[in-house]
């Protein structure tokens, strides 16, 4: 079976085409991403076997980058496949299931009506993956289509740790909880760090950093995220590229009283002008961050703030889990940046970890981080969120044929 495997972002299409004979094969054929779409020099990337294929192409909207993808994925010379027809299931990340999806489950119209009703829940999320939903069911119609949604990882977590302290009445309202995303993400590399660990996840205590742009930790038991620290929305928890994570809410109501805001406005800057790039004023990216460090006292203030406050939800985490086993680090800067891997981790000693500092020059490779004798493992995991949406709609199409 051929599944292509869509994840539609607000800018980007990544996509992975495998050829699965079992729900675990992970036989990649051709993969790629469609980066900056709707903004001028759109990339276009293609890999298959040996050939690697970059062009930039002007791409306006999802429907075109998808045509795209289908179009050099059937190309007569470099393409993998002679047809369209041979690609026979496509599983999409979705990033809101609300509290309807606890698992993934087969795209129809009723499903694809809970979709569009969760956007409001994700105005910047669902819209583009339910866009992908759309141009594949037209571009390659018939075709069974799963959703796995990012929420639904998070489907276990216990009714205190989702509950807000707020009136009740919101909750029965308009279902105001805690969802928590990156849910693939997070179940990937907890299932990999098991393997890492030559443990079985189900007897293990975690800690999983998805670290990118986008931040979010989970505390993980026996295989079940049991708390996380994106919550209603994508901006809670930790500090992110352009978003705030945790703050005193009583801040927005006085900024928005003192600058005269209206809550689009105050939205704009909780989303996209706070976090590393509010805090810096030069960039949302860690790299320019850790460049700048050591002429701006800024720079250097973003970086501590951003190993403090992952310092304390490990804490919390190690709290809650009554224990920790091992800790993963995985995106962009969990990858990468060995020099906030290591500030996080300064000061935890008494946690019975110990970073070795040539282990922790390791980049976007799996590799333990912590010294061969540290009791508490610290692990860095590449993510692979397609990798995890595929053998899903495997299952979900073999089942119902
Ligand atoms: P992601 O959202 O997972 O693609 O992560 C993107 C972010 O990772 C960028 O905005 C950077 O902040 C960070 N990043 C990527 N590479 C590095 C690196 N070599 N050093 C520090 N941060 C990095």
């Not at 996840?201 to 038991?221: N, P």
């Not at 003192?258 to 004023?281: A, F, P, Q, W, Y």
Request: charged content about 25%; glycine content about 10%.
């Amino acid at each position: 079976m051929n599944v292509l495997v869509v994840n539609c972002g607000s800018s980007t299409v990544k996509y992975q085409l495998f050829h699965m004979e079992e729900e675990n094969g992970d036989n990649v054929i051709a993969k790629g991403v469609v980066e900056r779409i709707g903004i001028s020099g759109t990339n276009l990337e293609y890999q298959a076997g040996d050939r690697n294929i970059v062009r930039e192409k002007e791409i306006p909207d999802h429907r075109v980058a998808l045509e795209w993808i289908v179009d050099i994925l059937t190309d007569p010379d470099i393409g993998v496949l002679e047809d369209v027809s041979q690609i026979d299931a496509i599983g999409h990340r979705v990033v809101h299931g609300g509290e309807r999806f606890t698992d993934s489950v087969m795209l129809n119209k009723e499903v694809l009506d809970v979709v569009r009703e969760c956007a409001e829940l994700a105005p910047l999320h669902n819209p583009p993956n339910i866009l992908g939903i759309e141009a594949c069911r037209d571009l390659v119609p018939g075709v069974p289509q799963v959703a796995v949604f990012d929420t639904a990882y998070h489907g276990t977590l216990p009714e205190y740790a989702y509950i807000y302290p707020i009136p009740y009445e919101y909750y029965q309202k308009y279902r105001i909880r805690r969802y928590g995303f990156h849910g693939t993400s997070h179940k990937y590399v907890a299932g990999r760090a098991a393997t890492m660990m030559g443990k079985t996840l189900g007897d293990l205590k975690l800690v999983t950093c998805h670290m990118g742009s986008g931040v979010s930790f989970a505390a993980i038991k026996n295989g079940n995220s049991i708390d996380t620290s994106m919550g209603f929305t994508p901006l809670e928890g930790l500090m992110m590229g352009t978003r705030c994570g945790d703050i005193d809410p009583a801040i927005i109501l006085y900024i928005m009283e003192k600058e005269g805001l209206r809550t689009h406005d105050m939205d704009r800057i909780l989303n996209k002008k706070s976090g590393v790039l509010g805090v810096s004023g030069i960039s949302s990216d860690t790299r320019d961050i850790e460049d700048a460090a050591p002429s701006k006292h800024r720079a250097r203030l973003t970086l501590e703030l951003i190993a403090y406050r992952a310092k304390k939800y490990i804490g919390a985490y190690h709290a809650v889990l009554g224990g920790l086993d091992g800790v993963v680090l995985t995106a962009g800067i969990g990858e990468n940046s060995s020099y906030i891997r290591k500030s996080i981790f300064d000061g935890l000693e008494h946690f019975g970890v110990t970073i070795d500092d040539e282990k922790n020059t390791v980049r976007r490779r799996e590799g333990f981080i912590s010294t061969d004798d540290s009791r508490l493992k610290v692990m860095v995991i590449p993510t692979n969120e397609e990798l995890m949406i595929a053998p899903d709609t495997y299952r979900l199409v073999t089942q119902r044929e």
